[in-house]
C-alpha cells in the first residue's frame, strides 16, 4: 500500500518541495505518493488538512516550511513523520544574530530584490530569444553559449540558469556542415571564451531521438554515434570545456556549468 508524502507551506511550497524531494531521493522506496499542499497560512486551513491526512490508510510524510507557530504546532501534534525544515535552524540563528526571525510569510521566493528579479526576468527573455541558434547578433550579451548536437539539454538548461540564477545563456545546435568542416560555426567562432560544450552517450541519445522521430535517419543509433564523435572531437580542437550530460540532472547541468565558467550566482 501506498504512503503519501506532503509537502506542506504557508506559502508557495517550493523549499519544502525541494528539500524534502532531496532527502527522499536517499531512499529506495518506489512506493510513494507526493503532494504538495500550499498555503496553509491558518489554524483553519491546517485543521482541514490534518483531517484530510488522517483518512489516509497509512500515516503520511510530512515536510513542512511554516513560520506561524501555532500552525505548524498544529499540524506536529497531529503527525508522527512530521519534519520542520524551519524552526530547527531558526532558533540558533536567532541565537547568532541576537534578534528574533522576522515571521513574515514567503519572504524566500517573495520579490524583495526587485533589481534581482528584473535580471531574472531579462535573462529568460534573453534565453528565449537565442534559443537553438536564433538572434546570434545578441551573442555578445551573453554570459554562457551552450553547444551540442539535438536533444542533449541545451534549451532546457538555458532556461533554468535564467530563471534561477538571471544567468544570459544561449545555445547553439551543431549540424553536418560543422562536423564535415571541422570549424566552428561562424556565428559562434568568435565566442569561444563564452562557449561550453555538451555530450552524452551515443546509446542515451539514440533512446532520446527514436522518442522524437522513430526510425528515422536521425534517429538511427549510427548517426547518433557519428554526431556524438565529431562533436566532441570539435570541443577538444578549440579547447572547448565541455561535460557528458548522459546522467546529470538539469539542476547539476547548470551547477557544472555555473562552476566551470566561474558565473555570479
Known amino acids: 500500500m501506498s504512503r503519501t508524502v506532503y509537502f ?3 506559502h508557495t511550497g517550493v523549499t519544502a518541495e ?3 524531494h532531496s532527502l527522499l531521493a536517499r531512499f529506495e522506496e518506489r512506493d510513494l505518493v507526493t503532494t504538495t499542499r500550499p498555503f496553509i497560512n491558518s489554524v483553519e486551513r491546517a485543521e482541514e488538512l490534518v483531517a484530510e491526512m488522517a483518512a489516509l490508510p497509512v500515516e503520511p510524510i510530512v515536510f513542512s516550511t511554516i513560520t506561524e507557530p501555532a500552525v505548524r504546532e498544529r499540524i506536529s501534534t497531529a503527525v508522527t513523520h512530521h519534519f520542520d525544515l524551519v524552526s530547527p535552524f531558526l532558533d540558533p540563528l536567532e ?5 528574533p526571525a522576522a515571521k513574515r510569510i514567503g ?7 526587485l533589481a534581482r528579479y528584473q535580471a531574472r526576468i531579462d535573462a ?3 534565453s528565449l530569444a537565442t534559443d537553438d541558434g536564433s538572434n546570434t547578433n545578441r551573442y555578445p550579451q551573453a554570459e554562457a553559449v551552450m553547444i551540442g548536437v539535438s536533444r542533449v539539454g541545451k534549451s532546457p538548461t538555458c532556461l533554468y540558469l535564467a530563471m534561477q540564477y538571471g544567468v544570459k545563456a544561449s545555445n547553439y545546435p551543431l549540424a553536418d556542415d560543422d562536423f564535415e568542416r571541422s570549424t566552428l560555426p561562424v556565428p559562434i567562432a568568435q565566442f569561444v571564451p563564452k562557449l561550453f560544450g555538451l555530450t552524452i552517450q551515443p546509446q542515451r541519445l539514440f533512446e532520446l531521438r527514436q522518442r522524437r522521430r522513430p526510425n528515422s535517419e536521425y534517429a538511427s543509433q549510427q548517426r547518433c554515434e557519428y554526431e556524438v564523435r ?4 570539435l570541443f577538444r580542437q578549440h579547447g572547448i570545456p565541455y561535460v ?3 546522467h546529470l540532472s538539469v ?3 547548470a551547477a557544472t556549468l555555473l562552476q566551470r565558467r566561474r558565473l555570479p550566482t
Open 8 to 10: 506542506v507551506s504557508d
Open 18 to 20: 525541494v528539500l524534502g
Open 95 to 99: 541565537q547568532v544574530f541576537g534578534y
Open 107 to 113: 519572504a524566500a521566493h517573495g520579490i524583495r530584490d
Open 124 to 126: 529568460v527573455e534573453f
Open 230 to 233: 565529431r562533436a566532441e572531437s
Open 244 to 246: 557528458d550530460v548522459t
Open 251 to 253: 539542476e547539476e547541468l
